[in-house]
C-alpha cells in the first residue's frame, strides 16, 4: 500500500519561501507521476505543480516562476520549493501520486499559511 506524508508546511511572511516535502513508500516510486495540489478554504482543490517519473514538470499559471517541483527517484521524496510567497498561496497542500485514473494515492495534507 502506498503512503505519502508530507511535511515542511508552516506560517510565513508574504515574500518568504517554504519548502514541502512528500516521502513516498509501498511501491516502486519512479513510475508514479507526483503532484501536488491545493484547497483554499472554500475553493476546489487545484493543480500545483506535476512532475513525471522522469523529471517533466509542469505548473499552474499562479505559481508559475515562483514555485519548484522537483523529485528524487533514489530517496523516493518529492519537494515543492514555494518562493515569493503570497496570501493567495494560503491553502492545505496535498501530495499525490498518480499512476492511471484509476490508481492514485493522496497524503494527509500539510498547512500552509502567508500572513504578515
Known amino acids: 500500500q502506498v503512503r505519502l506524508v508530507e511535511s515542511g508546511g508552516g506560517l510565513v511572511q508574504p515574500g518568504g519561501s517554504l519548502t514541502l516535502s512528500c516521502d513516498f513508500s509501498?511501491?516502486?516510486?519512479?513510475?508514479?507521476?507526483m503532484k501536488w495540489y491545493r484547497q483554499a478554504p472554500g475553493k476546489q482543490y487545484e493543480l500545483v505543480a506535476s512532475?513525471?517519473?522522469?523529471?517533466?514538470?509542469n505548473y499552474a499559471d499562479s505559481v508559475k516562476g515562483r514555485f519548484t517541483i522537483s523529485r528524487d527517484n533514489v530517496q523516493n521524496t518529492v519537494s515543492l520549493q514555494m518562493n515569493n510567497l503570497e496570501p493567495d498561496d494560503t491553502a492545505i497542500y496535498y501530495c499525490?501520486?498518480?499512476?492511471?485514473?484509476?490508481?492514485?494515492?493522496w497524503g494527509q495534507g500539510t498547512q500552509v499559511t502567508v500572513s504578515s
Open positions: 512532475i513525471s517519473g522522469i523529471g517533466n514538470a
Open positions: 509501498g511501491s516502486r516510486f519512479s513510475v508514479y507521476d
Open positions: 499525490n501520486a498518480h499512476f492511471t485514473v484509476k490508481i492514485e494515492y
